[in-house]
């Protein structure tokens, strides 16, 4: 039997959208967080931002935010810097936008990762965590793309995520340089690469 890509599967499953939403299925939406706690996606965050250095006004995008766990620790560590959330999930937004209220300099959109609703250039950094395997390869290889265009000259791409070992060629192809390539065993994750790229300046 061939190899079903994770949207493929999402749907055989009964997820009748064009995107699999945050636990799965819609109805899963309120054990999200939750989930998402016990398996050890708190630490990746902490570990992804910290590898970010985000400084003070930096304008910094969340793809595949989710409920916004990622964007609004960010924003808690940063204060100072312009975050935004982009996720297809409308049900998944509502719940980002009610956690961050009433907070200022946050926003959530919903985007694709691979159809990005933003100028070139837009951001100083990018963070993705726990997302881009979800996403078949046409789309990985797109979203890459993507991230290279919206992202200003030197710019900086953060990713935490599972089965990785595509990402970096993904990433080279699409003009951004690969710094760092850093697998490590987390809980019941198993293991997280984080890859930190640039784009050219």
Same mark, same amino acid.
């Given at each position: 039997?061939?190899?079903?890509?994770?949207?493929? %599967?999402?749907?055989?499953?009964? *997820?009748?959208?064009?995107?699999?939403?945050?636990?799965?299925?819609?109805?899963?939406?309120?054990?999200?967080?939750?989930?998402?706690?016990?398996?050890?996606?708190?630490?990746?965050?902490?570990?992804?931002?910290?590898?970010?250095?985000?400084?003070?006004?930096?304008?910094?995008?969340?793809?595949?935010?989710?409920?916004? *766990?990622?964007?609004?620790?960010?924003? *808690?560590?940063?204060?100072?810097?312009?975050?935004?959330?982009?996720?297809?999930?409308?049900?998944?937004?509502?719940?980002?936008?009610?956690?961050?209220?009433?907070?200022?300099?946050?926003?959530?959109?919903?985007?694709?990762?691979?159809?990005?609703?933003?100028?070139?250039?837009?951001?100083?950094?990018?963070?993705?965590?726990?997302?881009?395997?979800?996403?078949?390869?046409?789309?990985?290889?797109?979203?890459?793309?993507?991230?290279?265009?919206?992202?200003?000259?030197?710019?900086?791409?953060?990713?935490?995520?599972?089965?990785?070992?595509? %990402?970096?060629? %993904?990433?080279?192809?699409?003009?951004?340089?690969?710094?760092?390539?850093?697998?490590?065993?987390?809980?019941?994750?198993?293991?997280?690469?984080?890859?930190?790229?640039?784009?050219?300046?």
């Amino acid at each position: 039997m061939p190899k079903l890509d994770p949207q493929t %599967l999402s749907r055989r499953l009964g *997820n009748r959208h064009d995107y699999i939403p945050a636990a799965g299925f819609d109805f899963l939406l309120p054990t999200y967080d939750l989930l998402t706690r016990l398996l050890g996606a708190p630490a990746v965050h902490a570990e992804l931002i910290a590898g970010a250095a985000i400084t003070p006004g930096q304008r910094v995008l969340d793809i595949g935010c989710g409920t916004g *766990n990622l964007t609004l620790l960010a924003k *808690n560590t940063h204060p100072d810097a312009d975050l935004t959330g982009c996720d297809p999930d409308p049900l998944a937004l509502a719940r980002a936008h009610r956690k961050a209220h009433p907070a200022t300099g946050i926003r959530f959109d919903r985007a694709y990762a691979q159809d990005l609703p933003y100028p070139d250039a837009a951001f100083d950094q990018v963070l993705t965590a726990l997302m881009l395997h979800h996403l078949d390869s046409e789309t990985q290889a797109a979203a890459a793309y993507e991230m290279r265009r919206i992202l200003r000259p030197g710019g900086g791409l953060h990713i935490a995520d599972v089965h990785a070992d595509r %990402l970096p060629r %993904l990433l080279e192809d699409a003009g951004l340089s690969c710094d760092e390539i850093t697998p490590v065993r987390q809980g019941h994750l198993g293991t997280v690469t984080y890859i930190r790229a640039r784009s050219p300046r």
